[in-house]
């Protein structure tokens, strides 16, 4: 009897057999395709799975087996590559399985409900309603306006409708009248160029010129260009070379705060179906957009790390572009780095995939360097602007208001008075990270993490940053009753309340992700600073990701401090990164641009390399001393870590995993810990961690595999839980 074998969601890492359904036969079982989705029942409950196999026959004992409850799909939702993919991410990042497959379907799907009944979103005149004579219906002026609008219309959209004023009661009116009725959009199948492709600068030209002849195989190309280099202009040719080969291309950016500015330049240039998965959309929707892809209806999809899962019937580029930020990583649960499947998808769909950057990661850099990756490099701006001028301002011994020195705040006041924009960059939220009591020393802690509660004054909270807990703003000492409670340290919030007063009259827009939720609220703001009156933008890493401020001339790096002694093995990257971002956003078109550092470190060897060297040359110094570490690129790395009740537990287990498995394991590899997290307690668990490095991705593969099976035979306390991150981004 042949055996159906399933992924399950479940944290089990293993596939888990079945009997198919009752009145089957041989040769339908045969055919039913990897991918195909089955109600089945596992414990008492019922789960949806997904087929990755029909066997001969099960290692189970036969009588055991249970049967499969339902066969959701008659053939696979999921193309060859997306299949292929799953195996290789399951593999690679020893993740359970059915956690993986279901990545590659929207929620409904995943829960086995059936595709949603969609209405026709668009209305036509019937027969009988072609027959009227113009002018009929006068005595209901809205059933007439929808009647013309239909007469001059073959198909109108319920949106153009509604944008009339036309509600469902009067559609329905007609509908019952025998007039007009709902009707499907046609199915648009060539994209076609709306607007005509900038004439290439020569940089551009030669990284076309390399990357064009690259379509219909796989290849890997590092799109290396500062700020405003054209590389966007570069992705939206290649896309519309990709669009003449009837093919999909899929655009992959780190943060959806980003959609509306791109997605504007896509369909400016484009017509064509584009489809962007953000996380503002229904279960509906998304599976909407998915099967749009899915099937090839849909030219374009944009979207975060998620959708380099996205099954496509005819792909034909990739981009990930800001190749370098964390957000492509996943940081719990399926640990993958979406930039990273990406490369592995362009390899099995045998398509070209550009990473784009003005920060390239060191991975990308060193296989750049290596052959592996074509590094083309936009060294220019593309439009007339130059790059900003970096300078320090030396704030040692003076009075700061809300983290401003006097050099910084004279800059401000020329900007704005020239009738330009300020950028100001600080990386708290929040009003103050930490309140003390004057009398006695006490600190808010978090009762649940081993951290400090941020002070919110507006909302009259603490906030822990790193759990969620919340709690009033507390107005007294709760050790010694003292009410001298003193905000420590700077935030967001209270920098705006001193701009605020420092510069009455003067919009200040703080943005982080206190002040600004959801793309709308973004997008909306970004197109009110870009109306260009001058105004102050106040804000954290969320104002730096990718945004065009054509008209801040000034950037103030308020605490450039907060990114000098990172303990994390890339802490000197992600601040050449990140400071380059910053200044990036400055002097964009016509208005020049210059970028303050305010610190306490003049003199420090990062804050030199910051105001005197590029990006790239920054990257080479950074890299020469990586390579000292064997960090990566230079080796690679695997984190195991564990939650747990007591730290006690915690060690405990990783001490044992560590005993038996390093003896075992590959003799280059490195076995590091057990240690405590860098935030040694979150929400009440315990954080410890056993890191192993080794020279060759081999090697840690093997590691994993050993850790991973040993870790599930280990007898573990209650409470405790582990977990393995592969290529880790952090390691504290
Ligand atoms: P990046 O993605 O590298 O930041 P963009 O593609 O957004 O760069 O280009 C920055 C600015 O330069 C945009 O306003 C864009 O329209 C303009 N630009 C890009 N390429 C060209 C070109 N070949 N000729 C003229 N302007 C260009
Ligand atoms: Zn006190
Ligand atoms: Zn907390």
């Not at 020469?624 to 690679?636: D, K, L, S, V, W």
Request: net charge positive.
């Amino acid at each position: 009897m042949p055996i159906l074998r399933l992924a399950l969601p479940t944290p089990l890492r293993q596939l888990f057999d079945y009997l198919p359904l009752e009145n089957s036969t041989e040769a339908q079982i045969q055919a039913l395709q990897a991918g195909i989705r089955f109600r089945v029942p596992l414990g008492s409950r019922e789960v949806v799975g997904y087929l990755v196999s029909v066997e001969g026959e099960s290692g189970h004992n036969p009588t055991k087996i249970r049967r499969v409850l339902e066969q959701l799909d008659t053939t696979s939702l999921l193309t060859a590559p997306i299949l292929a993919l799953c195996q290789w991410a399951q593999s690679y990042y020893r993740h359970p399985p059915g956690e993986v497959y279901a990545a590659a379907f929207p929620n409904r799907l995943r829960q086995g409900k059936p595709p949603p009944q969609v209405p026709p979103n668009h209305w036509r005149l019937t027969g009988r309603g072609k027959g009227l004579p113009e002018g009929a219906l006068k005595r209901s002026p809205k059933q007439a306006l929808t009647l013309t609008l239909l007469q001059e219309n073959a198909l109108v959209s319920r949106e153009t409708l509604a944008n009339h004023g036309v509600s469902s009661a009067v559609l329905r009116a007609l509908k019952e009248k025998g007039l007009a009725e709902p009707a499907e959009a046609p199915v648009s199948s060539s994209a076609a160029i709306r607007m005509p492709a900038l004439p290439a600068n020569k940089e551009q030209t030669a990284a076309l010129a390399e990357i064009t002849p690259t379509f219909g195989h796989f290849a890997c190309h590092l799109v290396d260009g500062v700020t405003g280099s054209g590389k966007t202009e570069v992705y939206l040719q290649l896309i519309a070379e990709c669009m003449a080969r009837s093919e999909q291309a899929l655009v992959l950016i780190p943060e959806i705060g980003l959609t509306p500015q791109t997605l504007r330049r896509f369909s400016d240039r484009f017509e064509a179906r584009i489809e962007v998965f953000h996380s503002g959309l229904s279960d509906t929707e998304r599976y909407q957009a998915w099967e749009a892809a899915r099937t090839g209806r849909a030219h374009i999809i944009i979207g975060t790390r998620s959708a380099v899962f996205t099954p496509l019937e005819k792909l034909g580029l990739i981009v990930v572009d800001e190749e370098h930020d964390a957000a492509f990583k996943q940081q719990d649960g399926f640990r993958y780095s979406a930039r990273d499947v990406a490369i592995k998808r362009a390899q099995l769909e045998q398509c070209p995939v550009i990473l784009g950057s003005a920060t390239p990661s060191l991975e990308s850099l060193r296989n750049a360097a290596q052959g592996r990756y074509s590094h083309q490099r936009l060294t220019h701006r593309a439009g007339n602007s130059s790059l900003p001028a970096i300078s320090t301002a030396d704030i040692r011994g003076e009075a700061l208001q809300g983290g401003l020195g006097e050099r910084l705040i004279r800059a401000c006041e020329g900007a704005l008075a020239r009738g330009e924009q300020v950028l100001l960059f600080l990386n708290r939220r929040g009003y103050a990270p930490s309140l003390i009591c004057h009398d006695c020393g006490w600190i808010a802690q978090c009762r649940a993490c081993d951290a400090r509660l941020t002070v919110h004054r507006r909302q009259r909270q603490l906030r822990c940053h790193h759990c969620g807990a919340s709690q009033t703003l507390v107005q007294q000492c709760p050790e010694c009753r003292g009410a001298q409670l003193l905000t420590n340290g700077l935030g967001t919030e209270q920098t705006e309340e001193t701009l605020n007063k420092r510069f009455p009259g003067v919009t200040i827009h703080r943005v982080d992700s206190d002040s600004v939720q959801g793309r709308a609220t973004m997008g909306a703001l970004v197109e009110e600073i870009n109306r260009g009156e001058p105004c102050i933008l106040l804000g954290t890493q969320m104002l730096t990701k990718g945004h065009h401020f054509p008209r801040v001339s000034l950037i103030g790096v308020i605490d450039a401090d907060a990114l000098l002694f990172s303990a994390d093995f890339r802490g000197e990257e992600r601040m050449a990164q990140l400071l380059t971002q910053v200044a990036g956003r400055a002097g964009r078109e016509d208005t020049l641009g210059e970028v303050l550092l305010q610190t306490h470190y003049p003199d420090h060897p990062a804050v030199q390399a910051m105001v005197s060297q590029s990006y790239a040359e920054q990257a080479q110094a950074i890299m020469t001393r990586r390579a000292e570490t064997g960090m990566p690129p230079f080796g690679q790395l695997l984190v195991l870590r564990v939650d747990s009740d007591r730290l006690a537990d915690g060690e405990a287990f990783l001490h044992q995993l560590r005993r038996r498995v390093s003896s075992q394991a590959p003799t280059e590899a490195v076995f590091i810990g057990p240690l405590p997290a860098a935030l040694s307690r979150r929400a009440g668990k315990f954080r410890s961690q056993l890191l192993v490095s080794a020279p060759s991705r081999k090697a840690i593969q093997q590691c994993a595999q050993q850790l991973v099976t040993t870790a599930e035979h280990l007898r573990a306390t209650r409470g405790l839980k582990w977990s393995i991150d592969i290529d880790p981004l952090e390691v504290l």
